[in-house]
C-alpha cells in the first residue's frame, strides 16, 4: 500500500516493556501532530487492538513521559493475533478507526504481527523496544541501555557483600533467549563466568575446578554471571556450594531489570526512532523497521529483519573469559 495518504496515525507497545518505550510514544506522537496529523493510542498492544482500546493522543497526553519507566500504553502479548482471522480483524479495526498508518514498538515477535497486518492494508512501521538487544537489523535496541545499568550496579553491590563474607555468587539475569544482558554485566562486573543460552553446553564441573584453583590463587570472592534462559540458579548454588565448600548464593535479580527511568541513551535513540518511524510512514513506506547500523539510523524491510539471525559475538565472549583471569 506504499504512497496511500497518511491521515492518522496509531502508536502501540507489545511484548516485554522497556525503559524509554514512553520516549518513543512521545516521539511518534509529536512528530505526527507537528506535520499535521491525527494520533491514536492504542492500549495493551495487539489485544488492546482487538479489543477497540483505542483513545485519542494530544501532545499534552505524552508530557511528563519522557522520563517514565514502563509504557503508558501499557502491553500485553495476545495470542489472537497470531491468527489470521485476529490479524484480520485487526487490520479491519485500523480501518474503523481511520488508521492507515501504524507504529509498533516491540521485539521480533510484534515485528511479526506488523507484518501481518502490513499484508491486509494497514502501513505498519517497527521501532526496536526490547531490553534483550536481540534483534539482529540493529545494533541498539530501545531499553537495553537502561536495563543493563540497572543490573550492572545491582552487581556491584552483591559483589561487596560477596568479597566480605568469600562467597561465590551466582547472579541471575534477564534474558531468555539472548545472553547480551549476561554478556555485558559479565564483562562490565568482571564476573569469572558467563552462562548464555547461546552456549548451552556449559560445564559445571568445570565451573567446580575453577572455584577450587581461583581459591588456591587467593580469590575472595567468585561471580558468576547466569542467564534467566539458562535459570536453575537456586539449585546451581546448592550443588557448587557442595562440591567446593564454598558458601554460594544465587540472586535472581527479576523484574527491576525492566524497570526505572531510562538513560540518556535510551531516551535520544526513542526519540529519533519515533520521529523517522513517522517520517518513514509520511513518505509512504510501509512493512519496515527503524534500526541503528553502523553509527546511523536506518530502516529495514520487516520480512528481512524477522528472519536475521544475531550471534552472540564470540570475540567479545573471548576478552570476557580473559579478563577472569
Ligand atoms: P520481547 O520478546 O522483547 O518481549 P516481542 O515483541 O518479541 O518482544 P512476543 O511475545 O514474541 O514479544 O510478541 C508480542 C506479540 O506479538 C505476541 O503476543 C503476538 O500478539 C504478536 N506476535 C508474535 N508473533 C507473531 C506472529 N508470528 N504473527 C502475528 N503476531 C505475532
Not at 536475521?308 to 573469559?321: C, G, N, V
Request: net charge negative; with cysteine; proline share 2%.
Amino acid at each position: 500500500m506504499a504512497g496511500k495518504i497518511i491521515r492518522t496515525i496509531g502508536v502501540l507497545t507489545s511484548g516485554g516493556d522497556a525503559p524509554g518505550m514512553n520516549a518513543a510514544i512521545r516521539s511518534v506522537v509529536r512528530t505526527a501532530l507537528g506535520k499535521g496529523l491525527k494520533v491514536r493510542g492504542i492500549r495493551r498492544g495487539y489485544q488492546g487492538l482487538l479489543n477497540e482500546e483505542i483513545i485519542d493522543l494530544s501532545a499534552r497526553d505524552v508530557s511528563e513521559t519522557i522520563q517514565r519507566g514502563g509504557t503508558i500504553l501499557q502491553t500485553a502479548r495476545c495470542e489472537e493475533m497470531r491468527t489470521e482471522e485476529g490479524q484480520q480483524k485487526a487490520a479491519a479495526i485500523c480501518k474503523k478507526y481511520g488508521i492507515d498508518g501504524l507504529v509498533v514498538i516491540g521485539g521480533d515477535g510484534s515485528f511479526a504481527g506488523a507484518q501481518r497486518l502490513a499484508n491486509y492494508g494497514v502501513n505498519t512501521i517497527g521501532i526496536p523496544g526490547t531490553i534483550d538487544l536481540d534483534i539482529a537489523c540493529t545494533e541498539y535496541t530501545i531499553g537495553f541501555d537502561t536495563a543493563v545499568n540497572t543490573a550492572m550496579e545491582a552487581i556491584d553491590k552483591i559483589r561487596d557483600t560477596s568479597t566480605s563474607h568469600e562467597r561465590c555468587s551466582i547472579i541471575e539475569v534477564m534474558g531468555r533467549d539472548a545472553g547480551y544482558l549476561a554478556l555485558w554485566c559479565g564483562i562490565a562486573n568482571g564476573a569469572e563466568r558467563i552462562l548464555m543460552p547461546e552456549e548451552h553446553d556449559y560445564d559445571e564441573d568445570a565451573i567446580i575446578a575453577d572455584i577450587q584453583e581461583s581459591r588456591k590463587r587467593g580469590k575472595k570472592n567468585y561471580i558468576i554471571i547466569n542467564a534467566e534462559g539458562i535459570g536453575d540458579s537456586v539449585n546451581m548454588a546448592k550443588r557448587i556450594e557442595e562440591a567446593t565448600g564454598m558458601e554460594t548464593r544465587a540472586t535472581i535479580i527479576g523484574y527491576m531489570q525492566r524497570g526505572g527511568s531510562p538513560s540518556c541513551k535510551d531516551r535520544v535513540y526513542a526519540s529519533i526512532m519515533g520521529a523517522m518511524a513517522v517520517d518513514l510512514l509520511l513518505e509512504g513506506k510501509s512493512n519496515r523497521v527503524v534500526g541503528y547500523k553502523h553509527g546511523e539510523y536506518v530502516d529495514f524491510d520487516i520480512d528481512e529483519a524477522i528472519t536475521m539471525k544475531k550471534a552472540i559475538p564470540e570475540y567479545q565472549y573471548e576478552i570476557a573469559k580473559q579478563l577472569a583471569l
